[in-house]
């Protein structure tokens, strides 16, 4: 029985990593629609609040997950360092960096997560590490840098100022989201995603809804663009929290943000897809095939080893106090 349902969690990682490469993708598109008419901080606020209902109403209708919820509830240290890193600064750097740069370079900037996910699980968690996963990540953002650079013609209205100003807040939001998913894995992997999630995306919802109500004039904001912020949270930002929470735990934040590298690419594509961008051309899509290449390598099982990608999944051997 075991066995079955180890193969059943290794088959159900390339299914979840793919639906959670499309919903990231269509929410960065969306998110930059939004951010064009509705403040950023307004944005951040709905989505997380709109996610954190779905995600309580899914798990209220569970009974046997009460506990691990109570549990989750209960650790609020935990729960106020998690939902800053991985919702207030996150959000709040990245949707204000889509407002001045748009979302297509702003997913640029976090295609840079694998890296900075990398070494913070090095120098600051002990992670494991070969040679191979570490040109492998190296590839992959080189990649991505280089078709940053040759795709730099596109969308170029964008003065050096808020170049520069939006790079920033993009960067310093990747930065804390590549912390959260550690943190996350420290505090929180030994309870189901479903579980640990509505403490956290609730006090996210308080700090982003706080700084809103502070510094964004609400009544400026229509009902209409109240409803497309709900439906980005419910129907996009909801299942990724669930789908990237669950791979964080199965294969670990180093896998889940090298995945997650490919949404730029797909974000690109779309703007092409809408009318917004010109189509990619060759080198870009050499670029492409190059990223791809890249995350394969960072996030491909070891043969030598069958079990060392598994060290990190099995929640219920994780004590929340250290890496295993």
Do not use: N
């Not at 996610?51 to 798990?59: C, K, P, Y």
């Not at 804390?176 to 479903?194: E, K, N």
């Not at 129907?235 to 929290?241: G, R, S």
């Not at 099982?301 to 069958?306: A, T």
């Amino acid at each position: 029985m075991s066995d079955d349902r180890h193969r059943r969690g290794r088959l159900g990682v390339p299914v979840l990593s793919c639906l959670m490469v499309l919903l990231l993708a269509t929410g960065w598109l969306v998110s930059g629609k939004l951010v064009s008419d509705t403040p950023p901080l307004a944005v951040a606020a709905g989505r997380t609040g709109a996610s954190f209902l779905v995600i309580s109403a899914i798990s209220a209708l569970q009974p046997r997950s009460w506990p691990a919820i109570r549990a989750s509830a209960g650790r609020q240290r935990a729960a106020v360092l998690l939902a800053f890193l991985g919702f207030f600064a996150y959000y709040t750097g990245t949707l204000l960096g889509v407002d001045r740069i748009g979302a297509s370079k702003v997913g640029l900037v976090v295609s840079l997560l694998p890296c900075i996910t990398f070494a913070i699980g090095i120098m600051a968690f002990r992670e494991p590490t070969s040679a191979r996963k570490f040109l492998g990540t190296v590839l992959a953002v080189a990649a991505a840098l280089g078709y940053a650079l040759d795709d730099g013609s596109a969308g170029s209205s964008t003065g050096t100022g808020s170049l520069v100003t939006g790079g920033l807040f993009a960067l310093a939001g990747t930065f804390a989201y590549a912390l959260y998913g550690y943190v996350y894995r420290q505090h929180m992997s030994d309870v189901p995603p479903m579980a640990a999630l509505p403490a956290v995306t609730g006090v996210g919802t308080v700090m982003l809804g706080l700084a809103a109500i502070v510094f964004v004039p609400l009544g400026t904001i229509g009902t209409s663009q109240w409803a497309g912020v709900a439906v980005l949270g419910a129907v996009l930002t909801a299942p990724v929290f669930l789908i990237s929470h669950e791979l964080i735990v199965r294969k670990g934040p180093l896998f889940t943000s090298a995945v997650a590298l490919v949404v730029p690419f797909l974000v690109r594509l779309g703007e092409w897809a809408w009318g917004e961008a010109d189509a990619p051309h060759l080198v870009s899509v050499l670029f492409l095939g190059l990223c791809s290449a890249g995350v394969w390598m960072t996030v491909a099982p070891s043969r030598s080893v069958p079990a060392a990608e598994d060290h990190r999944p099995v929640p219920s051997t994780e004590t929340g106090s250290s890496t295993p």
